[in-house]
């Protein structure tokens, strides 16, 4: 299976990104962000689920497959990473939306011992669908054993603050809020800030979380 590497000269870590639900592994947004943790010295490994692969050789658009056949593409895809990659350089999981969801999913589904990863980062997290917050997407976050990172903008209409502060998220998740930023971390144009900004913003988080959590133990989730 192909992989879309962004590779800087001295990296500190190695980070594999799923796309979301409905764009490609080299959607603007994707593509963005892997760009920015490169020049932060974050080697990224880009790839695409089975369906998402079909859209683009068959032209159909497929909906996304089950989770059991996406968590086995991302299982398959760390190996292959860790066999172009190289040892010697920290792994970390995760994903735009969808495939962030699924690096968690992935994460809390592997013993402890057994996960080649140290931690995980997710774009837009999907607590739940669009105005029906009661239907969390929470439950296995309590039993993940590695630091996850989670950047929300604060209007993302899959997890707004006053939603996420009432969830129980385990004692390994940390919430990082983007101002006024929409489930791409976009914020209106009245906001302080450009798109841009909660992009690098984003991306400067994740890497202070990557350099900073191998030995920091949290007594619980974090908002900020």
Known sequence: MSLLWNRPERPSATLVLAHGAGAPMDS????????????????VARFEFDYMDRRRREGIKAPPDR?????????????????????GLPLWIGGKSMGGRMATLLAADTEADKQPWTGVVALGYPFHPPGKPERTRTEHLP???RPTLICQGERDPFGKPPEVAGYALGSRVTVTWLPDGDHDLK???????????????????????IDALADVRRPGPVFR
Do not use: C, W, Y
């Open 187 to 209: 914020p209106r144009k009245s906001a302080p800030v450009s798109h841009q900004d909660n992009l690098r913003e984003a991306a400067d988080r994740i890497v202070e979380f």
């Open 143 to 145: 039993s993940l054993s």
């Open 28 to 43: 603007p947004f994707m593509t963005g962000m892997a760009e920015l943790l490169a020049e932060r010295g974050i080697q």
């Open 67 to 87: 989770a059991a056949r996406l968590l086995a593409r991302f299982d398959a895809v760390v190996g292959q990473v860790l066999e172009e990659a190289g040892t």
